[in-house]
C-alpha cells in the first residue's frame, strides 16, 4: 500500500506560522476522509483537524480552532495544513492520516 507523505515540519518561534501538506497517490486518498494527528514526547497521540472528502467538511480539536486551517487541491491528492499563531504546547510530531493509512510524520517544534 502506498503511504502518505508529510512535509513541511521545522522549527518556529511562538506566533509564527508552518504550512504542512500531505500528499498522496492513487484513488485511495483521492476519494478518502483524511486526518491530522500529532505526538508530543511522552504524551499520546491526539487528532489536530479532519477533513471529509465529501462535502469538505472541516473538524478541530478544541486546542487549535481558529488557529490551524485544512485545505485540499481540487485533485484530492494534497491536504494542507495552515498553522498561525503557533504556541510552545504545538510542539510534536504531526501525522497524516487517509483511509486509515499513515505517513511517517513531520516535527514541529515551537520555542517560546
Known amino acids: 500500500q502506498v503511504q502518505p507523505v508529510e512535509s513541511g515540519g521545522g522549527p518556529v518561534q511562538a506566533g509564527g506560522s508552518l504550512r504542512l501538506a500531505c500528499e498522496g497517490s492513487?484513488?485511495?486518498?483521492?476519494?478518502?476522509?483524511m486526518a491530522w494527528y500529532r505526538q508530543a514526547p511522552g504524551k499520546q497521540r491526539e487528532f489536530v483537524a479532519s477533513?471529509?472528502?465529501?462535502?469538505?467538511?472541516?473538524e478541530y480539536a478544541d486546542s487549535v480552532k481558529g488557529r490551524f486551517t485544512l485545505a485540499r487541491t481540487s485533485n484530492g491528492y494534497t491536504v494542507f495544513l495552515q498553522m498561525n499563531s503557533l504556541k510552545p504546547e504545538d510542539t510534536g510530531i504531526y501525522y497524516c492520516?487517509?483511509?486509515?493509512?499513515w505517513g511517517q510524520g513531520t516535527q514541529v517544534t515551537v520555542s517560546s
Open positions: 492520516n487517509i483511509a486509515g493509512i
Open positions: 492513487g484513488s485511495i486518498f483521492r476519494f478518502n476522509d
Open positions: 477533513m471529509a472528502r465529501k462535502g469538505g467538511l472541516r
